[in-house]
C-alpha cells in the first residue's frame, strides 16, 4: 500500500464550487504540505502543518484553506473554485529536520471549467 | 528573497553523461534536494547535500558548493527511462521551508 494516498486523483469542476482534495499518510510523519504544479514552474507551496494544531500558509494560499483533522490527515479546499486554480495538487510529508526528505503523493489532477 | 533558477530542457543521447545544474538563494540553507519527475507522476527522491562537494549514488551523483549557492545533478550512463524531470529543491532553516525550482526536463534520444 501507499505511503501517502490521495484523494480523488482526478476531478472537474464548475467555477464557483466548494471543493476538498484529501491526503491521508501512512508514515506517522508530523509535518504534510500541499502544493500545486503548474507547467514550467515547479511546486509551489500552498500550506504546511507540523503538526495537529499548526497550519502555516506558503507561497500562493490565496483562495485556499487547509484542515489537519489528525496526524495522518491533511485536506485542502477550494472555498470557491476558479479556472486559474486547474492544476495538479501534490500532499507531501517529512519527519522532524531538514535531512529528511518529502515523500510525495501521487497527485490529483484538477480541472475548474 | 528566494529563488531557484535551472535550465528548463535539456536534451542528451543514451549511454551519455548530462549534468543538470542548479543555483539558489535562499534565507537560510539547510540542504539541498534533487528529485526526479516523470510526466503525471509524483517527484521522487534522488539525493540530498548539506554539505560541500559531491555524492555519489550509483549512476547519479550530487554537487553542492554552498559558498556559491551552486549544486548540480550528474547522470551517467544515460538510460532512456531517464527522461524526466528533475526538481532541485532547497531547505530553509530547521527544514521548515522547501523551495523548488521550475525543473528541468531532460530527453534522453537513442
Known amino acids: 500500500d501507499a505511503d501517502v494516498t490521495q484523494t480523488p486523483r482526478n476531478r472537474i469542476t464548475k467555477t464557483g464550487k466548494r471543493i476538498m482534495l484529501e491526503c491521508s499518510q501512512t508514515k506517522g510523519h508530523d509535518r504534510m504540505y500541499w502544493y500545486r504544479q503548474d507547467p514550467g514552474l515547479g511546486l509551489r507551496l500552498i500550506y504546511y502543518s507540523f503538526d495537529v494544531k499548526d497550519i502555516n500558509k506558503g507561497e500562493i494560499s490565496d483562495g485556499y484553506s487547509v484542515s489537519r483533522q489528525a496526524q495522518a490527515k491533511f485536506s485542502l479546499s477550494l472555498e470557491s473554485a476558479i479556472p486559474n486554480q ?28 | 528573497g528566494q529563488n531557484i533558477d535551472q535550465p528548463t530542457e535539456m536534451t542528451a543521447t543514451e549511454g551519455a553523461i548530462v549534468q543538470i545544474n542548479c543555483t539558489y538563494q535562499t534565507s537560510g540553507f539547510n540542504g539541498l534536494f534533487w528529485y526526479q519527475q516523470h510526466a503525471g507522476e509524483a517527484p521522487t527522491f534522488l539525493s540530498y547535500n548539506v554539505l560541500d562537494g559531491l555524492e555519489e549514488k550509483g549512476r547519479f551523483s550530487s554537487f553542492l558548493s554552498r559558498s556559491k549557492g551552486y549544486s548540480y545533478l550528474l547522470l551517467k550512463e544515460l538510460q532512456m ?30
Open chain 2, 81 to 110: 527511462k531517464d527522461s524526466a524531470s528533475y526538481l532541485c529543491a532547497a531547505v530553509d532553516n530547521y527544514g521548515q521551508n522547501f523551495v523548488f525550482g521550475p525543473g528541468t526536463r531532460l530527453s534522453v534520444l537513442p
Open chain 1, 86 to 113: 486547474t492544476a495538479l495538487y501534490f500532499c507531501a510529508t517529512s519527519d522532524l529536520g531538514g535531512a529528511e526528505t518529502q515523500y510525495f503523493g501521487p497527485g490529483t489532477r484538477l480541472l475548474v471549467l
